[in-house]
């Protein structure tokens, strides 16, 4: 599978704006949603803005799962630094309907004040049919920031 990760733009002016997601603290999800979402980068900026998320079903609950074991890691070879966590799984996945992107957002408990990060395209749709589905993050991490 190929997978891509944008991030919103919102995203990258919250954190240098001095209004950051604190990546390594804060409740970090991501939520899966089927092809008919059109991700805009340019203007979805809270989870609300996100639609046709796979309905919570068997193994997948509304607003997806937490990234666990985040870690922010300054790079002083490369200088940057990098965000990464564990990756993700979802157990024995059937959803209700194939899903194309994954949305990763800090979860306040509010759709309207939950601010998005990235979107993940898997490039296709992707349907696990009862089967584990698992979010490998990329070995640079989620995201690295030079």
Same mark, same amino acid.
């Given at each position: 599978m190929v997978a891509t990760i944008t991030h919103y %733009? !919102?995203?990258i002016t919250r954190q240098l704006n001095g209004n950051a997601i604190d990546l390594d603290t804060d409740t970090i999800k991501v939520a899966l949603v089927t092809s008919t979402y059109v991700p805009n980068q340019d203007t979805h900026d809270f989870f609300d803005d996100i639609t046709n998320e796979l309905a919570a079903t068997g193994n997948y609950t509304a607003g997806g799962a937490a990234i666990g074991s985040k870690t922010v890691t300054q790079d002083d070879v490369n %200088?940057?630094?990098?965000? /990464?966590? $564990? /990756?993700? *799984?979802? *157990? $024995?996945?059937?959803? !209700? $309907? $194939?899903?194309?992107y994954g949305i990763i957002y800090k979860d306040t408990g509010a759709a309207a004040t939950s601010p998005l990060i990235a979107y993940i395209d898997f490039g296709a749709n992707q349907n696990p049919g009862g089967n584990n589905f698992t979010i490998q993050w990329h070995a640079d991490g989620i995201a690295y920031i030079r």
């Open positions: %733009n !919102s995203f %200088n940057g630094a990098t965000f /990464d966590g $564990a /990756d993700v *799984t979802w *157990t $024995a996945l059937t959803p !209700s $309907a $194939a899903f194309r």
